[in-house]
């Protein structure tokens, strides 16, 4: 089973920019479906965006044109740029690996995101 390990959270101003990471053990990687999700107090938890193994994305519309997910398969990660940070953006962030045709189910520890003045 894939394990997974994120990082890059942290006290961010509104309209800044972070940067989340999420490193993967194994050799399959290339083959994943990589998700960001997110968990703020109180709310479920929700999917943020999506990557392929191919590349292509998708995104919750609420942070279409402020993030971007992105993957290097060589370096077995995947990438959450967050651009123009609202405090709604507040939460605990997730990365997930889900399989292509094949069973994964596998979630990262999280790592916080507070966007506040």
């Known amino acids: 089973q894939v394990q997974l390990v994120e990082s890059g959270g942290g006290l961010v101003q509104p309209g800044g920019s972070l940067r989340l990471s999420c490193a993967a053990s194994?050799?399959?990687?290339?083959?994943?479906?990589m998700h960001w999700y997110r968990q703020a107090p109180g709310k479920q938890r929700d999917l943020v965006a999506s990557?392929?193994?191919?590349?292509?994305?998708s995104y919750v519309d609420s942070v279409k044109g402020r993030f971007t997910i992105s993957r290097d398969n060589g370096k077995k990660t995947v990438t959450l740029q967050m651009n123009n940070l609202k405090p709604e953006d507040t939460a605990v962030y997730y990365c997930?690996?889900?399989?292509?045709?094949?069973?994964?189910?596998?979630w990262g520890q999280g790592t916080q995101v507070t966007v506040s003045s």
């Open positions: 997930h690996a889900t399989g292509a045709g094949f069973r994964l189910d596998a």
């Open positions: 194994g050799s399959m990687f290339s083959i994943y479906v």
């Open positions: 990557i392929s193994p191919v590349g292509s994305t």
